[in-house]
């Protein structure tokens, strides 16, 4: 696989987010990347959505799922662009501000590959599983998941969802088609270490995969690939999504929307993606939620990203 077969699809929209700047992620490993003498955005293609990061200056009323109707029309245009990458036979490298993306990403693939079952391993430190019935925050950058396996979670409701926000929700859920892209006996979490409780509700009773951060450091990053892979041995196909606060706030750096500590290190975040990458059904990797505005060391996570993201593509390329 020579630099032309990755495409890098750069998406800076924001507006899935609680907080402000993830929108700046792209730019600040682009920074990273000169800092670190790299030609990496010169190197590979890439491919930009325009995004409707506008949208915020005009406050959403919806409490339940903020700035939806703009998430949507960013999700329909990821969905556009993955699928156009993979018809093209071009690995979609996707660079986002906010993981509300994923849910796109995701629906492409699915859409490029009707019959073929996929796998997602979810390296982050949330779950990511909320629905406007359970979310606390109404931040659809919590909900991607929920979206991707068509599921509302009302079991488990907080919320009381109005007819609008009902609607927009569906909407949400079928982007790509309607019905779930994956299956929860397919997600497998890594490093997850901050859910609600309506999440681990659902995590329980679908008895989804969880690798915790002390597995990882007890076992380390091939044993537990390993071990996940195999899991995922019935999956044609399989998307790997990396949230940087999936790493360790403390030893890393603070910049991102939603820090957790006791996360993993660079090393072992990067090892972990290094081991699933070397697996041919990985078609697809996206990497979220820099964000430079938060960033206690400068711009530490962008450079720890960076350093992932280019191991990564390097073993993308030696697959053949």
């Known amino acids: ?178 019905g779930p892209k994956i299956n929860p006996s397919d997600l497998v979490y890594i490093s997850v270490r901050d859910a609600e409780e309506a999440e681990e509700y659902f995590i329980s009773e679908h008895n989804v995969k969880h690798v915790y951060v002390e597995d990882v450091r007890k076992r380390g990053a091939k044993e537990i690939s390993d071990e996940v892979l195999d899991y995922l041995k019935d999956c044609d196909l399989i998307y790997m999504s990396f949230d940087v606060d999936s790493m360790d706030c403390d030893l890393v750096s603070y910049g991102t929307g939603t820090p957790v500590p006791n996360g993993l290190t660079e090393n072992e975040a990067g090892g972990l993606v290094n081991h699933f990458l070397i697996d041919k059904r990985v078609c697809c990797f996206e990497m979220v939620e820099i964000n430079p505005c938060l960033d206690n060391k400068q711009n530490a996570m962008a450079e720890s990203a960076m350093r992932i993201l280019e191991n990564a593509t390097n073993i993308i390329e030696k697959r053949g």
């Open 1 to 178: 696989m020579s630099s032309n077969k990755i495409v890098i699809l750069e998406n800076n929209s924001e507006i899935g987010a609680g907080t402000r700047g993830s929108s700046l992620g792209i730019a600040a490993l682009k920074i990273a990347a000169l800092k670190l003498k790299k030609n990496y955005f010169v190197k590979y293609k890439s491919e930009t959505i325009i995004d409707n990061n506008a949208l915020l200056h005009d406050y959403d009323q919806n409490s339940l799922a903020i700035n939806s109707k703009g998430v949507l029309d960013i999700l329909n245009k990821v969905h556009n662009q993955v699928v156009s990458i993979l018809e093209r036979n071009k690995f979609p490298l996707v660079l986002a501000g906010d993981h509300s993306s994923a849910a796109g990403t995701i629906s492409g693939i699915k859409s490029a590959y009707p019959n073929q079952r996929l796998g997602v391993i979810w390296i982050d430190a949330h779950a990511d599983v909320h629905t406007p019935y359970t979310t606390p925050s109404g931040n659809i950058h919590g909900m991607p998941l929920a979206m991707s396996m068509n599921i509302d979670n009302v079991e488990h409701r907080n919320n009381v969802v109005d007819h609008e926000t009902a609607g927009i929700w569906s909407e949400l859920k079928s982007v790509g088609g309607e």
